[in-house]
């Protein structure tokens, strides 16, 4: 399977389960601290964070190998975000579907040379399919905390 029908598939999946498990909390939990020993974060702190990562460092990462831009981010600062959001988890779940939409049009466009050509990331010299694998990683973590 070429990679790019693999985390489009994989990705959207992903997608609709993280807005499921985030829609399994009853309302008065989700931003209520989970029980001790089954996470740090409530619920809507999870979605939050995953969004801002997604936004701010997944997507402008994935595009390194659409438009070559190196994003900087300078202005990466998940607890000032969190403390200016609004608190409304329906706007935070929109927009991360939105955001992942974004990454998966930059993966419909890769042919198969660019999910294997290694570029300077954040994390250091990093191919596409490893930079798509960490996105998956780090939501599915997050998903998993969530279903906590």
């Given amino acids: 399977m070429d990679a790019s029908a693999l985390f489009e598939r994989q990705l959207g999946a992903n997608t609709e389960a993280f807005v499921w498990a985030v829609g399994q909390v009853p309302a008065g939990r989700l931003f209520a601290a989970p029980p001790r020993l089954q996470g740090e974060w409530p619920a809507a702190r999870q979605a939050f964070h995953l969004l801002y990562y997604e936004r701010e460092v997944a997507l402008p990462s994935t595009r390194l190998w659409a ?10 600062n998940d607890q000032a975000a969190l403390d200016a959001w609004d608190h409304n988890i329906e706007h935070v779940l929109a927009e991360f579907a939105r955001v992942r939409e ?43 905390a969530v279903l906590k």
């Fill in 67 to 76: 438009d070559g831009a190196y994003p900087t981010f300078e202005g990466y």
């Fill in 102 to 144: 974004g990454q998966l049009a930059v993966f419909r466009g890769a042919d198969e040379a660019a999910w294997q050509e290694e570029r300077d990331t954040t994390w250091g010299r990093r191919t596409l399919y490893w930079v798509a694998s960490k996105t998956l990683q780090h939501a599915l973590e997050h998903t998993n």
